[in-house]
């Protein structure tokens, strides 16, 4: 029998025991990998959709819930702004660019957004079907809200009042938006939003006919014209009772900080898992050998060098390891791919489980060394084993 047939032949011997150090290896491996994939996804995703905006304008209000409302819709705003400050403030010399948010309704769970054609622009969307709207009350699909709710272009679908509003309570059933077109997936926020017109939100909600003076919009999503605006113009918005600035880079990275603190408790769980795997490993390998100290006195009589011994406990080090690495990585992924399902029936983005990091091959290593390094003392200890005193033992 070869030396691998060997050592599986002893773990089956032991199945129970064998099995609860895979199980605990297992549980370490698919704690971290998941923290891994999700972190890691999920800091992606708010990379891609801050990317290009140098500064939110608002209300008043806690600066992350602008951030968190206005560029990854996530959260409500405190909010409106008015419009006639709002266009002052794009106009400004340092502002290149300014979109428009007007936030307030939902279709279905998804958020309507009113803004202008260069919101979908910056992201780069692309129309799989339709085109874009021309005119208030022409709506957008994002590829998620029509994959979701199976509304293609022509069809008309109401508002409910309140952001993420699941209901049919309060649907604002004599304002139908028509779907004019549905945009490919982008990857990004706007997968999951219905997007038309500014003047939309106001014919809505009964402002349409009001002066400029009159109207507001929720945020605004600048872009700086030189870098020294940085500097100034976050400064100058804060002066006006009326606005605020926030940064999505700031925020961004405070969020993390924030959630970092809890991710790195749940990887040194995961960790300890391993350990503790590790160690399990290394009294079960111990125990075995005590149990074994005759049959290895028997194969060193019938000429297996030391060294075939210290391998045969390695071995079995090895494939215990290894079998937990395996069940812990298909654990992670598809805990990920559920975790992703229930964050995309809710609305929230989506995680995916089919993605390979390359930092899941340290995971792998990691888990292997702490498999061979609990079978290295048993090993040691199997090949120093003499022959007459076992023998002697019986």
Do not use: C
């Amino acid at each position: 029998m070869t030396l691998a047939g060997l050592s599986a032949a002893y773990l089956r011997a032991r199945p129970l025991a064998a099995a609860l150090n895979v199980v605990l290896l297992a549980l370490g491996v698919a704690t971290v990998t998941v923290l891994l994939l999700a972190s890691r996804q999920i800091e992606s995703r708010m990379l891609r959709d801050a990317e290009g905006i140098d500064l939110v304008v608002g209300a008043k209000g806690s600066p992350m819930q602008l951030v968190l409302s206005a560029v990854f819709h996530v959260d409500v705003p405190a909010g409106n702004i008015p419009l006639e400050e709002a266009k002052k403030l794009a106009a400004h010399r340092a502002v290149k660019k300014a979109i428009p948010l007007a936030l307030g309704d939902s279709f279905r769970g998804f958020r309507i957004v009113g803004t202008t054609h260069d919101y979908a622009a910056h992201y780069g969307a692309r129309l799989a079907a339709g085109r874009l709207w021309e005119a208030p009350m022409q709506a957008v699909l994002g590829a998620e809200v029509a994959r979701a709710t199976g509304v293609a272009p022509g069809a008309r679908i109401l508002g409910a009042h309140g952001i993420g509003a699941q209901d049919t309570e309060h649907l604002h059933d004599e304002s139908p938006y028509v779907v004019v077109g549905v945009l490919e997936p982008t990857g990004t926020v706007l997968d999951r939003l219905v997007l038309t017109a500014v003047e939309s939100v106001w014919e809505v909600h009964g402002t349409g006919g009001e002066p400029e003076d009159y109207q507001e919009i929720t945020a605004l999503l600048v872009r700086y014209a030189t870098p020294l605006a940085a500097a100034t113009l976050p400064r100058e918005v804060n002066a006006n009772p009326a606005l605020q600035a926030a940064s999505p880079a700031y925020e961004s990275a405070r969020l993390f900080r924030m959630i970092g603190a809890g991710v790195e408790v749940l990887r040194a769980f995961g960790v300890v898992l391993i350990l503790a795997a590790g160690l399990s490993v290394f009294i079960a390998l111990t125990q075995a050998l005590e149990e074994r100290r005759y049959d290895l006195a028997i194969m060193r009589m019938l000429g297996a060098g030391r060294g075939r011994l210290f391998a045969l406990l390695v071995l079995e080090g090895f494939l215990l390891a290894a079998g937990g690495v395996v069940l812990g990585l298909a654990l992670g992924h598809a805990a990920t791919e559920a975790l992703g399902m229930l964050l995309q029936a809710r609305q929230q983005g989506r995680l995916t489980g089919l993605l390979w990091l390359p930092e899941e091959l340290w995971i792998v290593a990691g888990a292997l060394a702490v498999g061979l390094a609990a079978a290295l003392a048993p090993a040691l200890r199997a090949m120093r084993t003499e022959v007459a005193h076992a023998l002697a033992e019986g």
